[in-house]
């Protein structure tokens, strides 16, 4: 048994065939319709699933809402420096 471990990836394909029978390439075509390479290309051409967009459903409206819009313009204007 060797005592480096650079090579982990023939350690976990021995311990694989040691405990199935059968390589790992084998193990994963079983369930596969197509060979491995060819299958994680195909699956590079498919595009992405996307999520359709979520609709802004508004809550009620707020009753301070003016007075927390005058409160923010006044926050966010310029402030006038003073003259040395």
């Known amino acids: 048994m060797p005592t480096s471990t650079s090579s982990t990836d ?6 694989i065939a040691e405990r199935y ?11 596969a319709k ?3 390479p060819e299958l994680l290309l195909e699956q590079h ?3 992405t699933p996307t999520t359709p967009p ?5 809550g009620p409206p707020d009753p ?4 927390r819009l005058r409160a923010l313009d006044w926050a966010s204007q310029p402030r006038r420096r003073r003259a040395r």
């Open 10 to 15: 023939d350690l976990y394909a021995a311990l």
């Open 21 to 31: 029978g059968r390589p790992l390439h084998e193990i994963l075509q079983e369930e």
């Open 34 to 36: 197509l060979p491995l």
């Open 45 to 47: 051409r498919r595009p």
């Open 54 to 58: 979520r609709k802004h459903q508004p």
């Open 64 to 67: 301070e809402g003016p007075g």
